[in-house]
């Protein structure tokens, strides 16, 4: 299968600064990137569409100028949470797609804690 | 809405036995795509299997199948010969077939499966 990272793995920030999550798609053109939210032993909670060089289609009750997406390119997309809260602790995980591609590959996610 | 339920939080089963994981969900399509995904605790996701709905056989890959019954809406995954690494979380997924920008999965709450040795 095809290979996604996202750095950071971990990130610890303080309540009130805004913190930047990379996904990128190593081995192939991601024309779209999903981004999810995961909290602890529940299911994958899809935050927004992210399609290459358009803006990010964001699920309903997902804050859009709270969680800035940018898909520049082929191979990255970030998600940026501004001015964090200790309720945006989780674990958020990528996923890309290649056209119609019916798989979507899943990056090893990044837990992130707000104090 | 499609929507995709899974009725059983947690499950366990013995080193080497068979176990069946269910799922079930609701669609007014013909057309799409099932899939089992694997969460080990490392997090990362692993796709287990798929199923067109187009295709009556049943999809398997090595010890896992599937039992897909697409009049009764139902998709459950057989794990045989279960192994200590097949302790994971696992989720049912749909995706519609002609997608086009409407791509995302919907996920069902997941089975907790932990295997004893």
């Known amino acids: 299968g095809a290979v996604v990272s996202q750095h950071p793995s971990r990130v610890i920030c303080k309540s009130g600064t805004s913190v930047k999550i990379e996904c990128r798609s190593l081995d192939f053109q991601a024309t779209t990137m999903f981004w999810y939210r995961q909290f602890p032993k529940q299911s994958l909670m899809l935050m927004a569409t992210?399609?290459?060089?358009?803006?990010?289609?964001?699920e309903q009750g997902v804050e859009k100028d709270k969680f800035l997406i940018n898909h520049a390119s082929l191979t990255l997309s970030t998600l940026t949470v501004t001015s964090a809260h200790p309720e945006d602790s989780s674990f958020y995980i990528c996923?890309?797609?290649?056209?119609?591609?019916?798989?979507?590959?899943f990056g090893p996610g990044t837990r992130l804690t707000v104090t | 809405a499609q929507t995709v339920t899974q009725s059983q939080p947690e499950m366990s089963v013995q080193e080497a036995e068979t176990v069946t994981l269910s799922c079930t969900y609701d669609?007014?399509?013909?057309?799409?795509?099932l899939f089992w995904y694997k969460q080990p605790p490392s997090r990362q996701m692993i796709l287990v299997i798929r199923q067109e709905a187009y295709k009556q056989q049943n999809a398997t890959e090595n010890r896992f199948s599937v039992n897909f019954q697409k009049a009764a809406k139902s998709f459950s995954l057989k794990i045989s010969d279960s192994q200590l690494g097949d302790a994971a979380m696992y989720f049912c997924a749909y995706r519609r077939y002609n997608a086009g920008n409407n791509r995302k999965l919907i996920w069902g709450l997941g089975t907790s499966l932990a295997v004893n040795p």
């Open positions: 992210s399609n290459e060089g358009s803006k990010a289609t964001y």
């Open positions: 996923s890309t797609q290649h056209g119609s591609s019916y798989e979507q590959y």
């Open positions: 669609t007014s399509e013909s057309d799409y795509y």
